[in-house]
């Protein structure tokens, strides 16, 4: 039984390294981006094929690259950076440096591990919401001491 779970793991590793592989193919193919929501359809040219045979017909596991083969590489590297960038401020700007760090580790291993922070609404909220999580103590203190 525990062998079973561990080979399951490794396919799903393994289908997540194609998926990664496929996007990076997207990418070098598509500079510009293949458009908004069109990741999956994009893998019709260069299907992928999971561990079992099985075609793959969804997006990569990974936000950042999700958002770099579907808006090109300039506004994909923006947008990661505009995101990054927020996180720094927030963890230079914020008295709970250690809370804000932690919500930085949480969405850069969910955005890494994972699409459904970009691809579905209750993701998208739930990225919102720790994006406003990291904000949310510095507005506080600033007007705390006004």
């Known amino acids: 039984r525990f062998t079973d779970s561990v080979g399951a793991s490794d396919i799903a590793y393994s ?6 592989k496929a996007s990076l193919n997207i990418i070098l193919k598509n500079p510009f981006g293949v458009g908004p929501g069109v990741f999956v359809r994009s893998l019709a040219g260069n299907p992928v094929l999971s561990a ?12 950042f690259l999700l958002l770099i083969s579907e808006y090109g590489l300039f506004i994909g590297i923006m947008a990661v950076t505009a995101f990054c960038g ?3 401020w927030g963890l230079f700007n914020s008295q709970y440096k250690v809370y804000t760090f932690c919500v930085v580790l949480a969405v850069i291993l969910l955005g890494s591990l994972d699409h459904y922070l970009v691809t579905t609404q209750q ?3 739930v990225l919102m919401g720790l994006l406003g999580l990291v904000g949310l103590p510095s507005i506080v203190f600033q007007r705390s001491v006004s």
């Open 86 to 88: 927020y996180f720094i």
């Open 123 to 125: 993701g998208f909220l």
């Open 15 to 20: 289908d997540r390294l194609a998926l990664m």
């Open 52 to 63: 079992s045979g099985q075609l793959l017909l969804q997006p990569v596991h990974n936000i």
